[in-house]
């Protein structure tokens, strides 16, 4: 499996970066410990879900109902409106009403819940799996 794969990794890196015997015996030790207690399977179990989700992902592509196949593109191109608009259009609008001299507000967009869809659709959510992993505890 992908755990067995990374332990040979980490079992080279080990070699090449404990030049002591006695350290590199205590390393290799620590390594199979989290081996055989499972220390892998939270790795094996989301490399997994994002190879299903790729293939779930290929085939909604490939289809030929725009409902379908056109949801990812839409969410991604309201997205990118958003944050053109927040970023780009807002402050030119606040800046020319403010050289008119009027009073209107022009609303905002709210920005982080807008980063929390597209960073997923990105791909960044793995972010989360990697701070699991350095023990970084978040609910």
């Known amino acids: 499996m992908i ?16 030049p002591d015997p006695a350290q590199k015996a205590q390393a290799a ?7 055989q207690e499972g220390g ?16 779930v992902n290929k085939i909604e592509a490939a289809s030929s109902n725009v409902f379908v196949s056109g949801w990812r593109p ?30 209107v507000v022009i609303p905002q967009v709210e920005v982080g819940d807008l980063l929390v869809v597209l960073l997923g659709m990105l791909g960044l959510g ?5 701070e699991k992993m350095k023990g970084v505890a978040r609910n």
Not at 40 to 55: G, N, S, V, Y
């Open 40 to 55: 892998f399977k939270e790795i094996d179990a989301a490399l997994e879900a994002a190879r299903m989700q790729t293939e």
């Open 126 to 130: 793995g972010m989360r799996t990697a």
């Open 3 to 18: 755990g067995d794969a990374i332990a040979g990794v980490v079992g080279k890196v080990i070699d090449r970066a404990w």
């Open 74 to 103: 839409a969410t991604g191109w309201i997205c990118a409106a958003a944050l053109g608009w927040h970023y780009i259009g807002r402050p030119l609008c606040d800046w020319a009403i403010l050289m008119t001299g009027s009073t």
């Open 29 to 35: 030790l620590e390594l199979e410990k989290l081996r």
